[in-house]
């Protein structure tokens, strides 16, 4: 059985700091909200967790194998670095919008996002270490079939983007309401879902109302361990065993 | 008139290195993703452009202001310091999407995004300084209402970003369609539209279109400019106005 | 006649901010340093000037063809992104030397480096666009002769460094005292030289005060133009062709 | 008796590269090379150690706590997201020098750092958990008495420079020879010293020392710990004792 542990990272009162005293240069948060979500990347990815840039002002990571110490550190070292602080909720459960929602409550517990007194906060619980097993992460990396072929080298970079950005909407919705599965876009035509324990059959089914909702042909691999770069690394192997064998799923396990 | 140069960023082969010869750590390739389009949003921000994101793998500009020396020192810049390369496409028209397509075409008659021998493509034209004018870009500033009070301090940070998403790939769909917009979602709760010459209708009709379709409920500043800095910038404080008198469209010009 | 363009760029109360309200760790401000630091050398390089390190806090740029308004971006773009905030003096002389005391000056009379309350100055002058010359920048590009046979591969790394360090503390005062020129350590066993107007015999005299007084051998390639980044590249290029020539001083003009 | 655990950090083959096929911008080397290094000091200071830039093509890190999975990981990450790659040479020793010297051979003995054959070697031996004690690693932290008032706010910003490269010169110079320490210049008037079981006397003298030679006064603080981290900010909270007591030497411990 699954047990993702999810931190929800939320830049501090961000939208009010961006038009204070005036409105700041796009570039410069589109550089700094970029920056900031490669730091916490790196940081969280060297303990072989995964972070997701989302809303860039509300990114969401697995964190199985971070401990509170490593959540501190990171916080002080962002708060040490740049104009911006991050406030910092943790949860573990079977299901990962459980452990997201209970993340977020912890930080909404303590203020609003747009509170200008509420900083740094960094609460809920970690998974202890003995109670880790590997099962714990089911990673599911999607991808578009042949999309550059269909899309890239054939439509306009928008037009393709579009193909691309209805075939995840479709998907993050589908996934999180029939699974409490959290579906996030990476770049290019990938889509990285954390899933509760799913079967192939779950996974065909998924990609089967894509196709029939938007006719967007995905594939994907699925890994499963006690981190999420171990299980995002096997459901990377599986994808390309997808590549390989023109098949639509593959479980690494 | 509107006459807005775009140009088209693609990493050169990028899919096929990510998996060369194994599959990559994915936390380095999201750093790496979000690093290049932080330099690339610096290089081009400060001469007054705007640089999204998209698909990571192929980005989208506005570069009213751009030479071709200055696309020329983008490419070898990155060149100099990453791992991989950039191939540039660029087009100016009245109307985005065409300006974009024509950027796209550039780049696509040199080769596959996926072809390994393409490398570094700089093709298109910029617009001639003496052509500029000082409404060559539109650029539109939407917003969520209420975003923190309706989702970020009530739903899980997942829940609200489907309906950030949700009012993001409505509303893009139908300013492409209807004006041949380019609108790229930019973090938190803000969109950004790339716009041929639109009224202030166009903006309410579009606003009504998402809040019927999807429930979302959007406002939107407006600006113009022979930039994309400046236009945005006036697309911000026009916003401003709108969140201090409850308007849901406002232009500055 | 050389006119070099010079700004000091130094970051506005920054030791005391290190250390309030307790130090901070070493590992954040070491990342601050370097990052902001390459960031300002991205854009005064993409302006092509030169931008040296020195001692972080204090970073001397080459500036010639960025006007006021260049450094007034640089200086808001850094403070929208950085924890800290920078101030710019900015002067002018046939002397590099004399050209850096003004601009020290002109930061200088505004308050301490360490007042909290001076904060972003921007002042000083720019040379005008119609009084620049293609004799406004000589650069001498040194390196270690065979550094890496001689040291590098046959010493522990930091008895080769104070070896290169020693060459470099010598150059950098004989430069200094005998001509007002600024010499920098710009990483492994290069050093860079912003002169004025100096001939062969110049840098022969100073190879060999170096090779006399601390046993480090020297060569030199020496470029001049408008700008640091082609005198630069002049200089390197002239540098190659010591390599192949075996000669200790190149100049290419 | 300190055990201090050096890491080499050597770029390959990099001299070659920079100027190949010609010489590349020094703007763009000198990015690459400051956020390398930054990125190295994000690595390692998350896991309490201590990397110093030196050469920057030659870094030199103090890793206690660092195991052979954690230098593997570091060099893969910075493989896939920079254009060249590193080679780590590891070793301990109570001297400082030592380690270093066996830290260097591990990685010479591979081949020349100007070998294109020769790439991301990873040699050596850390030390095992179980052996390690308190009082492995001493970090000594100087600055320069009232670096500010003496320098900064009077001289010119390169005369100020030469004061404290001069004052860092020598003590590099004593330190090494005298006790087999390694001091590193950090930023503005502070140099950090990796040291074996050093006491009060020693410091005083090495003060002495510098103070008689180029007149240049220094103070420090200094810790001792398991790793760098912890040893560097207690010798951080005892120069403030030094700052705040007008005392030129104190030890945390």
């Given at each position: 059985?699954?047990?993702?542990?999810?931190?929800?990272?939320q830049?501090?009162?961000?939208?009010?700091?961006?038009?204070?005293?005036?409105?700041?240069?796009?570039?410069?948060?589109?550089?700094?909200?970029?920056?900031l979500?490669?730091?916490?990347?790196?940081?969280v990815?060297a303990?072989?967790g995964?972070?997701?840039?989302?809303?860039?002002?509300?990114?969401?990571a697995?964190?199985?194998?971070?401990?509170?110490?490593?959540?501190?550190?990171?916080?002080?070292?962002?708060g040490?670095?740049?104009?911006?602080?991050?406030?910092?909720?943790?949860?573990?459960?079977?299901?990962p919008?459980?452990?997201?929602?209970?993340?977020?409550?912890?930080?909404?517990?303590?203020?609003?996002?747009?509170?200008?007194?509420?900083?740094?906060?960094?609460?809920?619980?970690?998974?202890?270490?003995?109670?880790?097993?590997?099962?714990?992460?089911?990673?599911?990396?999607?991808?578009?079939?042949?999309?550059?072929g269909?899309?890239?080298?054939?439509?306009?970079?928008?037009?393709s983007?579009?193909?691309i950005?209805?075939g995840?909407?479709?998907?993050?919705?589908?996934?999180?309401?029939?699974?409490?599965?959290?579906?996030f876009?990476?770049?290019?035509?990938?889509?990285?879902?954390?899933?509760?324990?799913?079967?192939?059959?779950d996974?065909?089914?998924?990609?089967a109302?894509?196709?029939?909702?938007?006719?967007v042909?995905?594939?994907?691999?699925?890994?499963?361990?006690?981190?999420?770069?171990?299980?995002?690394?096997?459901?990377?192997?599986?994808?390309?065993?997808?590549?390989?064998?023109?098949?639509?799923?593959?479980?690494?396990?």
């Amino acid at each position: 059985m699954t047990n993702t542990q999810v931190t929800l990272v939320q830049i501090d009162n961000y939208g009010p700091w961006t038009v204070t005293p005036e409105p700041r240069r796009e570039a410069d948060l589109q550089t700094l909200q970029s920056r900031l979500y490669a730091d916490i990347s790196q940081f969280v990815g060297a303990r072989d967790g995964y972070v997701f840039f989302t809303r860039f002002d509300n990114m969401i990571a697995v964190t199985n194998g971070l401990g509170v110490d490593d959540h501190a550190l990171l916080q002080e070292s962002i708060g040490n670095r740049y104009p911006v602080t991050l406030s910092l909720g943790v949860a573990t459960d079977p299901s990962p919008v459980t452990a997201l929602s209970n993340a977020t409550a912890s930080i909404q517990e303590a203020g609003s996002a747009q509170d200008n007194d509420r900083r740094e906060i960094l609460d809920g619980d970690v998974l202890a270490e003995g109670d880790r097993t590997d099962d714990d992460v089911q990673i599911a990396h999607f991808d578009v079939n042949d999309a550059t072929g269909e899309y890239t080298d054939e439509l306009n970079a928008f037009d393709s983007f579009i193909e691309i950005e209805q075939g995840y909407a479709e998907l993050m919705r589908y996934m999180r309401t029939a699974h409490g599965s959290l579906s996030f876009f990476v770049g290019g035509d990938n889509i990285i879902a954390v899933c509760p324990d799913l079967e192939a059959t779950d996974y065909h089914d998924a990609i089967a109302h894509v196709e029939e909702t938007v006719d967007v042909a995905l594939k994907v691999g699925v890994g499963r361990a006690r981190n999420a770069q171990v299980a995002g690394m096997a459901a990377k192997h599986a994808l390309e065993v997808c590549r390989e064998d023109g098949s639509r799923v593959e479980l690494e396990w």
